[in-house]
């Protein structure tokens, strides 16, 4: 299931923090076997905050994410200090 990634976007806008900060809180990390260091997945934390867009094949419209895993979510709004029930869980 989902929730609307617009609370978790704001929050993080209003927080200040940035998204290294808040991957490092999420334990959102890039998994690669060529990554022998955790390296914080920015890239994965904006595009699910709908702040980076998602490219598919060359020349298409890129796309912005409208809605978040419950479990990614969750994660997020704790690094975020949100409640559960202010993301929509």
Not at 23 to 40: E, I, Q
Request: neutral net charge; glycine residues 8%; aromatic residues 4%.
């Amino acid at each position: 299931m989902s929730v609307d990634n617009t609370p978790l976007r704001e929050a993080f806008l209003r927080s200040g923090m940035t998204a290294h900060e808040v991957c490092v809180g999420a334990d959102l990390y890039v998994k690669r076997a060529s990554r022998p260091k955790r390296t914080a997945d920015t890239t994965h934390l904006e595009r699910t905050l709908g702040l980076k867009a998602t490219y598919g094949k060359a020349g298409e419209t890129p796309t912005y994410r409208t809605t978040a895993p419950d479990d990614l979510a969750l994660r997020i709004g704790d690094a975020l200090c949100l409640d559960p029930h202010e993301i929509g869980l």
